[in-house]
């Protein structure tokens, strides 16, 4: 059984994990992968396996996140019982990033009267210039 610390560790390596996924990244996982299973070749080959079926299940929608999240989180829980030498290596796998940009969408809707809409960038205007002073 872990301890909290370590299930939280495993939770956020999976989430990760899903992330590089669902952001096209799956090849950036191999080598991480191949060395948290370096120590048995057959775990190894089926991890390395699990990323592809995993990436195409997600990518055509035969998967949900949360079900490729918490087969990885067993995965990686199992992994990290039996060799606890890995736990740093299974935490910079939660704690680094996938690399996908962020993006801030905003909606707007205005109703009625008159609107005049403009960006201000520090001191610099964009938009209609006219009439201000």
């Not at 079900?67 to 910079?92: C, F, K, Q, T």
Request: net charge negative.
């Amino acid at each position: 059984m872990l301890d909290e610390a370590a299930a939280a560790i495993v939770t956020g390596a999976a989430a990760n994990i899903v992330s590089y996924m669902l952001n096209g990244r799956a090849d950036a996982l191999r080598d991480r992968v191949a060395r948290i299973f370096r120590s048995r070749e057959d775990q190894q080959a089926t991890s390395l396996r699990m990323i592809d079926s995993d990436s195409q299940a997600l990518a055509s929608g035969a998967a949900s996140e949360s079900d490729v999240r918490m087969r990885w989180g067993i995965l990686l829980s199992s992994v990290l019982e039996s060799n606890p030498e890995l736990r740093a290596e299974i935490a910079a796998m939660a704690m680094e990033s996938s690399g996908a940009p962020t993006s801030h969408v905003g909606y707007q809707i205005n109703r009625g009267g008159t609107f005049v809409n403009g960006v201000v960038y520090g001191g610099i205007n964009a938009g209609p210039t006219e009439g201000r002073q």
